[in-house]
C-alpha cells in the first residue's frame, strides 16, 4: 500500500533553479506539470490521440502475431532488450509489443536481484540462460545492462566490474548476432519534469503504488549520474553488430509505435504489410548516442 513508501522531500536542480519535490504531497507542482511533455527536448507539444493510437497499435500487433507464425515455421529467434530510467515505459512497451502474441512463444523475462549462487557465476551467465530457443521471441524488462547504469550509479558494483562490463557487452552481442539471433536494443528516454510526473502519479494511484520503490526515490538526486552512465553506455556498446535504438519516450503512445514498427521492419517475415506498419517518426526513434544530443 502507499503508507509503504518512504515520504521524503528532496531539493532538485532543474534547469539551474533550485526545486523541492516531495513525492507524498498529492498535488503536482505545476512547474512539473506544465514542463513534463516538452521535458528532454520533446519533439511535441501534445500527446499522440487515443484513437489514432490505438487503431495503429492494432494494424501492428497484427504483424506481431505474423512474426510468431514465422518464427515458428523457420526456427528464428528474437530477442529485444528494454532500457531506460525509472518510470520510463519499459513495461508498457513490453505490453504492447507482447499483448496479443501467444504467451507461450512471447516469453517476458524480469529477473531479481541475483542470489547467493548467481552473485558467483560470471556476471552475464543468469541472462544467457534467458535466451530464446528456436520460435521463441524473448523481451527483457531491463537486462544485463544494469551493470551499465544502476548497479554503479547506486554502487552495486565495484568500477572494475562495470569497466569490465564495458568492454565485454559487444563481444557477447557480436556472439549473438552471429548465431543469427535478432537482438533489439532499445533505451527509453524521457525528461526530468516527465520522470517526477509518473513517480508522483504511481505514488497516488493505488494500482501503480507497487511500481515506486525506495530505490527510484534514492535516485531522484542522481540524474546527472544517470545521464552520464547512460551516455557512456550507448557510446561503448553501439556496435555494427547490436546498434541501440532511442527513443523519446516522454509520449508512451508515440514510443510504443515506433518501437514496434522498427522491430517490424527488421524482419523479413512472411505475410509482411509494409502499409499497415506505416513510417517510422525520425523526432521519435533514432540510433546511438548521436540522437540525443
Not at 556472439?175 to 533505451?187: D, M, P, Q, R, S
Not at 556496435?239 to 518501437?259: E, G, M
Amino acid at each position: 500500500m502507499a503508507e509503504d513508501v518512504e515520504s521524503r522531500a528532496v531539493e532538485l536542480d532543474i534547469r539551474g533553479k533550485k526545486r523541492v519535490f516531495d513525492v507524498d504531497d498529492p498535488v503536482l507542482p505545476a512547474w512539473i506539470d506544465e514542463k513534463a511533455l516538452e521535458s528532454g527536448d520533446f519533439p511535441y507539444k501534445k500527446k499522440l490521440k487515443e484513437e489514432e493510437y490505438l487503431e495503429d497499435l492494432e494494424k501492428l500487433q497484427v504483424e506481431l502475431v505474423k512474426v510468431q507464425f514465422w518464427l515458428q515455421a523457420t526456427g528464428k529467434r528474437v530477442m529485444a532488450v528494454f532500457e531506460g530510467r525509472d518510470a520510463a515505459g519499459k513495461g508498457g512497451a513490453i505490453s504492447a509489443s507482447s499483448g496479443k502474441m501467444n504467451p507461450r512463444l512471447a516469453r517476458v523475462v524480469a529477473l531479481a536481484k541475483p542470489n547467493d549462487r548467481e552473485l558467483g557465476q560470471w556476471y552475464f551467465q543468469r541472462y544467457i540462460a534467458q535466451f530464446p530457443t528456436a520460435g521463441e521471441f524473448v523481451l527483457f524488462d531491463r537486462s544485463w545492462y544494469n551493470r551499465a547504469g544502476v548497479e554503479p550509479v547506486m554502487g552495486f558494483c565495484t568500477p572494475k566490474q562495470y569497466e569490465d562490463f564495458l568492454e565485454q557487452a559487444p563481444l557477447l552481442e557480436k556472439v549473438i548476432a552471429h548465431e543469427g539471433i535478432y537482438l533489439f536494443k532499445f533505451y527509453l528516454d524521457i525528461g526530468r519534469e516527465m520522470q517526477l510526473k509518473r513517480f508522483h502519479d504511481r505514488r497516488h494511484d493505488p494500482l501503480k503504488v507497487w511500481k515506486l520503490s525506495s530505490m527510484d526515490i534514492a535516485a531522484l538526486t542522481k540524474w546527472g549520474d544517470y545521464s552520464d552512465k547512460r551516455d557512456r553506455m550507448l557510446k561503448a556498446t553501439h556496435t555494427d553488430a547490436a546498434p541501440w535504438t532511442v527513443i523519446r519516450a516522454n509520449d508512451k503512445r508515440r514510443a510504443r509505435l515506433n518501437l514496434i514498427r522498427h522491430m517490424l521492419k527488421t524482419m523479413d517475415y512472411d505475410g509482411k504489410d509494409e502499409k499497415a506498419i506505416g513510417e517510422l517518426d525520425e523526432k521519435i526513434i533514432g540510433w546511438g548516442p548521436g540522437f540525443l544530443k
